[in-house]
C-alpha cells in the first residue's frame, strides 16, 4: 500500500492505485457474471484492493463503476455515485416469496424514469391528440407505454446484472470515434427534451405570474441546480421529491377530469378498440416516438446502481433475480401511474375541445394556450390548478434531464474530477445549450418541437441497439442471464418495430416538393440505416477472440470494424483482456482504449 495514502483512504470502500505489475492481459479470467471484468480508467496498470480485510475472494468479485474508485488528493473519487453516501442495502434472504416491504426498498428508479413520459412536451403532446383524434388513440398510448415497461426494465436488467451502465458499456465495448458520435448524439437529444421542458415551465410562470417567458427561462434555469443541494440528502429523498412532483401533476389533472365530467363511453372505446383516425398516420408514430425516450434508457441502467445488492458468490444469481423481478414491478407500476396521468390531459382536453367546437368559440391547441382553453370551459381557476401542475412536472423533469446528462457524460468519457466539479460540467453541457436555443426560438415551438422529435427518434434507434446486443452476449451478462432464442427472437422484433417507425416518422418530416428533395430523402436513409448496421453487426470488444462474419470480408471492410486477418485473430490484449490477479489479493486492469 502507498505510504501516501492516509487511514482514511484506505478505509474507504474498493479503490485504485497505481501498480508496478505488467497487466499484459495474456491469461483470461472470467467474472462471477461470466464475463470478464472490465473498467477503463485512464491510468496504466492499477491495483484494485478488497474493500474489507485482505481476503482474496474480495478481488474476484465484478467490478463497476460503483465499486472500483480512483482515490484523488483531495480524498474524493473519480467515479463515485451521486447516491453512494446514502445507497439503499437490499439483503438477499434466499428464496422468500414477495414482500411489499421489500418492494418499497426498490421503489425510486421508475419514479424518475417516468418524468420523461410526462415532461411539457409529452404534454403538449396529448393536447395535440386531444385535438386532431380525441379519444381514438388512447389505446395507442396505452400500447406505448407497455412497449415503455418492456424496454426501460431490459434498461435496469443491464444495470442490475452486470453493475455497468448503458453509456459505460458503449464507451467499453465500442471504438472510441463510434462512442464519441453515440454521446454526441445522446446529447443532442438530452438537450431536445431540455429545450422543451425549460419553456414548458416558463409557460408556468407564465401563467402564474404574468412574467415574460425569457424571464421565466431564466429562473427555470438558476433554480435547476437546486437539485445539487438534494442529490446530497440521499438517493431516497431525492426520490420522495421526485415522486411528489409526480403526485402534484396527477392531482391537477386528474381534478380537473372530474370537474369537467367527460363521455365515460368514449373514453373506454378510446382505451380497449384499436383504430387510427384519417390522416393520424403521423400523430400515431409521434405518441410512440415522445414516449420511448433514448435519455431514459442511460437513466434508468445507472438508477438501479443505487441499490446495492448481495453479491456474495453464494447469493449473487438469486439476488440479482430477485432484484429483477422487484424493479419489474416497480417500472410497471411507475409507467403505468404516468399512463393514467396522460390518459388524464388527453381525455381533459378532448372534452374542452368539444365544448369549445359545439358554442362556435375559436382556440388554439398548444401548451401555452392551454389555460385559455380551460379557463374558458371550467372557469378562471382551472388556468392556475393547470399551471401548477405544468410547473411541477417541468421543473422535475428539468432536474431529471440533467442527472441523465451527468450519467451519459460520465459514462462516455470516465471523467476523473471532483463530484461538484463534475457535476457543474456535465449539466452545463446539457442546460447551457438548451437555454439558448430556447431564449431565440420560444416563439416557434411548434417546428423546434418536430426537430427534437426526429433527434429523439434517430438516437433512440442507436441506442437501443446495444441495449439489446449487450443482453444477448454472455461475456456481458453471464450464462445465468444471456438472453435465450425467444427472448433474442421478440428483441431483434422490437428493434425492427422501432426502428421502422423511426424511420417513417424522419421521412415524414421531410417536405418532398422536388426532386432534390427525394435526392435527400434516399439519402438520409441511407446513412440512416448505414449507420444503425454497423451499431447491429459490430462484435462487442469482449468477443474478439472469437472469429465473427466480418473476419471473411475484404480488408477495408475489416478495417472500418477494427478486424485485422482472417484467420488465428487475436486481438490486442488491452482490448478484451479481463482483470488478471496477482495472487496477493490485488488485481491488474488493463487500459482499454
Known amino acids: ?28 479470467t472470467t467474472s462471477p457474471l461470466g464475463s470478464p471484468t472490465m473498467e477503463h480508467i485512464e491510468l496504466d496498470t492499477l491495483d484494485v484492493r478488497p474493500k474489507e480485510g485482505n481476503d482474496p475472494d474480495m478481488a474476484k468479485y465484478p467490478l463497476s463503476g460503483n465499486d472500483s ?26 428464496g422468500s416469496g414477495f414482500s411489499l416491504k421489500k418492494l418499497w426498498r426498490f421503489v425510486g428508479p421508475g ?62 465495448q465500442y471504438p472510441r470515434p463510434f462512442a464519441t458520435v453515440m454521446w454526441l448524439l445522446s446529447e443532442l437529444a438530452i438537450i431536445g427534451a431540455d429545450i422543451q421542458e425549460v419553456i414548458g415551465t ?65 373514453l373506454i372505446k378510446g382505451m380497449v378498440i384499436p383504430r387510427i383516425p384519417q390522416g393520424s398516420i403521423v400523430q400515431a408514430v409521434g405518441i410512440i416516438g415522445c414516449v420511448l425516450m433514448p435519455h431514459n434508457l442511460y437513466l434508468h441502467s445507472a438508477l438501479v446502481g443505487s441499490r446495492k445488492l448481495d453479491r456474495r458468490p453464494e447469493a449473487r444469481v438469486g439476488a440479482i433475480r430477485e432484484a429483477m423481478r422487484y424493479f419489474r414491478i416497480e417500472t410497471s407500476i411507475s409507467l403505468m401511474y404516468a399512463y393514467l396521468i396522460n390518459m388524464a390531459v388527453v381525455v381533459v382536453f378532448c372534452k374542452a375541445f368539444d365544448v369549445l367546437r359545439a358554442s362556435g368559440t375559436p382556440y388554439v391547441a398548444s401548451l401555452a394556450d392551454g389555460a385559455t382553453v380551460l379557463s374558458t370551459v371550467l ?31 460520465e459514462g462516455f468519457w470516465n471523467m476523473a474530477v471532483k463530484p461538484w466539479q463534475r457535476v457543474l460540467i456535465t449539466r452545463g453541457v446539457s442546460l447551457v445549450p438548451a437555454l439558448i436555443v430556447a431564449l431565440s426560438a420560444s416563439s416557434h415551438m411548434d417546428l423546434l418541437s418536430e426537430i427534437i422529435n426526429v433527434i429523439q427518434a434517430v438516437v433512440l434507434s442507436f441506442t437501443i441497439i446495444p441495449l439489446l446486443k449487450l443482453q444477448a452476449t454472455v461475456e456481458v451478462v453471464g450464462p445465468e442471464f444471456v438472453f435465450g432464442r425467444v427472448a433474442r427472437g421478440a428483441a431483434a422484433m422490437l428493434t425492427l418495430a422501432i426502428v421502422a417507425l423511426n424511420a417513417y416518422m424522419v421521412v415524414s418530416v421531410i417536405p418532398l416538393h422536388s426532386p432534390g428533395m427525394y435526392v435527400a430523402m434516399v439519402a438520409v436513409l441511407l446513412v440512416y440505416l448505414g449507420v444503425l448496421s454497423y451499431t447491429a453487426l459490430f462484435p462487442l470488444r469482449c468477443t474478439w477472440r472469437q472469429q465473427a462474419w466480418i473476419d471473411w470480408a475484404p480488408s477495408y471492410i475489416r478495417l472500418l470494424f477494427a478486424r485485422r486477418s482472417v484467420s488465428g485473430y487475436s486481438p490486442p490484449p488491452d482490448v478484451s483482456s479481463p482483470i488478471e490477479p496477482d495472487g496477493e489479493g490485488a488485481t491488474h486492469i488493463p487500459d482499454f482504449r
Not at 113 to 127: H, K, M, R, T
Not at 146 to 159: D, E, K, P, T
Open 111 to 172: 419514479l424518475l424514469v417516468s418524468q420523461a413520459l410526462l415532461d411539457p412536451g409529452n404534454i403538449e403532446s396529448d393536447i395535440s391528440q386531444a385535438d386532431t383524434s380525441g379519444y381514438k388513440l388512447l389505446w395507442l398510448l396505452l400500447v406505448a407505454h407497455i412497449i415503455c415497461i418492456f424496454v426501460q426494465s431490459l434498461a435496469a436488467r443491464l444495470g442490475v446484472i452486470s453493475g455497468r451502465h448503458l453509456a459505460q458499456h458503449i464507451r467499453l
Open 202 to 266: 416558463a409557460t408556468a410562470l407564465h401563467i402564474l405570474t404574468s412574467m415574460p417567458i425569457w424571464a421565466g427561462v431564466v429562473i427555470t434555469a438558476v433554480d435547476s441546480f437546486l437539485f445539487l443541494y438534494i442529490q446530497r440528502l440521499g438517493v431516497r429523498v431525492t426520490e420522495l421529491v421526485f415522486g411528489l412532483m409526480v403526485t402534484i401533476l396527477a392531482v391537477c389533472f386528474w381534478v380537473e377530469m372530474i370537474m369537467i365530467k367527460p363521455d365515460a363511453k368514449e
Open 379 to 409: 372557469g378562471r381557476g382551472s388556468k392556475y390548478v393547470y399551471a401548477v401542475g405544468l410547473l411541477a412536472i417541468g421543473q422535475s423533469t428539468t432536474m431529471s434531464g440533467t442527472l441523465a446528462g451527468q450519467y451519459v457524460t
Open 1 to 28: 500500500m502507498p505510504d501516501s495514502l492516509s487511514m482514511k483512504q484506505q478505509q474507504r470502500r474498493p479503490f485504485i492505485t497505481r501498480s508496478d505489475g505488467d497487466g499484459d492481459g495474456t491469461n483470461p
Open 69 to 94: 474508485e480512483v482515490v484523488l488528493d483531495d480524498d474524493s473519487t473519480a467515479v463515485e455515485d451521486a447516491f453512494q453516501e446514502h445507497y439503499v442495502k437490499i439483503d438477499y434472504e434466499g
